[in-house]
Every structure is written in C-alpha cells, then in structure tokens.
C-alpha cells in the first residue's frame, strides 16, 4: 500500500482529514478555519464538518477545505451524517467536548484515530456537571491525542485518564480582510464619536451575553465609575441569552453602558478603546486579551481559566467577582498614563511569545504524520 503523506509527493495520496466542529465559541472556529486555510497549502485535503451557520461566518469552503452541514445535536441523525462524512478520512480531529463526543459516536468500530482539541473547560452546574464529566472520560479513553490550549486542560486530561495528553500551540488568527483596511488614525474618532465616547473613556468588553462572562460583575463595577469626571463608556459587543435582563439593569440603574450587538468590526472596535475589559469567563485562550495585545490596549481581567498563563505580567489581573477590586483597578490605570503605556509595551513583548499561524498548522500536522505514517520494522 502507498504510504500516506501529507504534502502528497511524487503523487502519493494526500492525508485526508475531517475537523469536526461544535459551532461553539469563537476562538474555535477561527482556530478550525486558520488550521484549515494552512493544511490546504501544505496539500492535505481538509473536510469541516459544522453548523452551515459556522461556514457563513467562518468561511472554510474560502479556505480550500469542503464543508459538511453537521448540527450542533447529537441525536443519530448528526452522527450519522458525521459518520458518512469521516467515511474515508485519514484521521478525524475534534474541537471541544461536544463535538468531540460526536466524533467519537461516529467512529464507532472504526480505526480511524481521533485526536481532540479542547480549547475551553465546558460550564455546568449540578447533574449537568456530572454528564461533563461521563462526557470527558468516554471521550479522552478513545482519542490518540488530547490537545490542551492551557497546562490546566492537559491536566485535566491526564487527570481523566488520556492516554496521550499534549499542550497545543494555537495562534489568534490574522484578521480576513475583503477591503482594503481604513486608516486606524482617522477612524479611530469617526467610531468613538459614532459610540458617543467623544471626551470621555472608552471601556470595551465582547464575549457572547451568557452568565459566566461575568457582565454582572462588570455592571456593579461600572456604578463605582459614575463618580468620575468625565464618566467613562462601556460598550460590550456581542449577543445571548442574558441580554434582555443585562438591558433591564441598565435602564433601570442608569449605568454608562451600551450594548452594540455582534459587530463584524470588532479589531477596529478595540483599537478605538482606552481599555479592554475581560470580567469573567473561563476561556483558555482569550480572544479579546490576544486582539488587546496586538491593538496595543491595555487590559483589565479577572484571573480565571487560562487567562494568567496567557497574558502573564502584561495585564492588571484581579480576583473573580469582585467588582469594587475590578472598579478599582480600572480607576488606577485610567489615571496612570505611564502604566498604560507600560502594559502597552508588555503586551506587544507577551504577544511575540505566542506561537504563530504557521507554528500551529507545523505542530497539528506533526501529530497526523505521527498517527498515520507507517512505523519502521525494529
């Protein structure tokens, strides 16, 4: 049989791989995408298998990479659509729990190896907590290769019994841009004046609106800043189940905040705001802190999740749920122009320490060479 190769030499067959995507946060899918966009240049053939919501967004199929339309669900009906499309893969690799415990349902009596990325620690409460955690082991017991975006989540893994538990490189992908970009020194007043931040700061959160972001933390936070002259504004870009109620205190409490939505001009966005703010959330790998760093905007997070091995000394760190301490630290830096220009610094040094696109796609395809090249005679 031709051995596989992934950069398909002298007309060997190319590696065929599936990326099985939950739809979930948007860290993973821009990681997904990138991942893509990088193995197609280096002649692996790349099926995503997503939401058709994910491939609008995201756009696998510009990458190069053939999309799937695979619910969010795990009823059989996305199983076995999942299991059709990994009919002929090489190896699948998995993002996140759900999919993943997806990929694994769909590979049953198969010997295609699974490899699984988790990007976050899942959220759950109560019984659902202990279905997380069935769900953990069932899925770390039949993957090759767990990937870890934090020390943390390798832990965990090892912890639940993975037979091969690593750390991932995962860069924060370039922005995609269709046109060519705008001048940041003219923009940055037209959105200002546009968000009505004209004389005064501007604070800037995004995260979807669920609980655990922590947006009601930051709203107690942001009657502290009332009392300043002038008063800063905080916008929050993005959307969810929390928002009628987060709407409600505003209104009702007068805060100096506004929702804006999901906006497709978030890079901007930050690059207009004094601060980026991080009040909650347990994500692994922040995509407001990386975007901060290389917007040169100072941030403000709560030490939560993988968020201090991330960003390091180059942001103002604080205990979770503690608005009047998060209030405080943002009074502080907003009075400090040397320590803003201080964490400016930082933050493009802590950046550089980063992997890169490139780092990420070498080290993923070292693992499927790993999997699928066959092993020498001893």
């Known amino acids: 049989m031709t051995p596989v190769s992934s950069h398909s030499p002298h007309g060997q067959s190319p590696l065929r791989t599936v990326q099985v995507l939950g739809g979930g946060n948007a860290g993973s899918s821009a990681h997904v995408r990138s991942l893509a966009s990088g193995l197609v240049a280096r ?19 510009g990458a190069g990479a ?14 076995a659509a999942l299991r059709a499309a990994c009919a002929n893969a090489d190896l699948v690799h998995a993002h996140g729990l759900h999919a993943s415990f997806r990929a694994v349902l769909a590979l049953s009596g198969r010997r295609t190896p699974l490899i699984v990325t988790w990007h976050d620690r899942a959220h759950a409460e109560g019984a659902r907590a202990h ?18 975006t934090t020390s943390a989540l390798v ?8 037979r091969d538990a690593r750390l991932a490189a995962v860069a924060l992908p370039g922005p995609r841009r269709t046109a060519e970009p705008e001048d940041p020194d003219r923009l940055r007043p037209k959105i200002r004046a546009e968000l009505g931040a004209i004389g005064r700061p501007l604070l800037m959160a995004v995260g979807s609106l669920d609980r655990h972001r922590g947006y009601d933390m930051l709203l107690d936070a942001t009657r502290a800043w009332r009392r300043l002259d002038p008063v800063p504004l905080v916008v929050i870009a993005g959307e969810g189940p929390l ?9 009702d409490e007068e805060l100096p905040v506004r929702l804006l939505g999901l906006r497709e001009d978030i890079t901007e966005l930050l690059a207009a705001a004094d601060l980026a703010l991080l009040p909650g959330g347990e994500e692994s790998r ?15 997070a709560t030490a939560v999740g993988g968020i201090p091995e991330l960003v390091g000394d180059a942001a103002e760190l604080v205990p979770p749920q503690d608005p009047e301490v998060f209030a ?14 201080l964490l400016k610094e930082k933050g493009v040094r802590q950046a550089a320490t980063w992997p890169s696109e490139d780092e990420t796609v070498a080290q993923v395809l070292s693992v499927y060479d790993e999997l699928t090249q066959p092993q020498p005679l001893m």
């Open 43 to 61: 002649g692996v053939r790349v099926t995503v298998c997503a939401p058709v919501e994910a491939d609008r967004t995201y756009d696998f199929t």
């Open 66 to 79: 053939e999309h799937v339309h695979v619910p969010r669900s795990s009823d059989p009906a996305s199983v």
């Open 131 to 148: 279905l997380v955690r069935l769900l953990e082991r069932r899925v770390v017991k039949a993957a090759s290769v767990v990937l870890g």
């Open 155 to 162: 832990d965990r893994a090892r912890r639940t019994g993975a």
């Open 243 to 251: 928002r009628g109620e987060l709407q409600r205190r505003i209104e």
């Open 286 to 300: 922040s995509v407001l802190a990386q975007e901060a760093f290389h917007a040169r905007v100072p941030l403000v």
């Open 328 to 341: 405080d630290a943002v009074v502080r830096l907003l009075g400090d122009p040397e320590r803003r220009e």
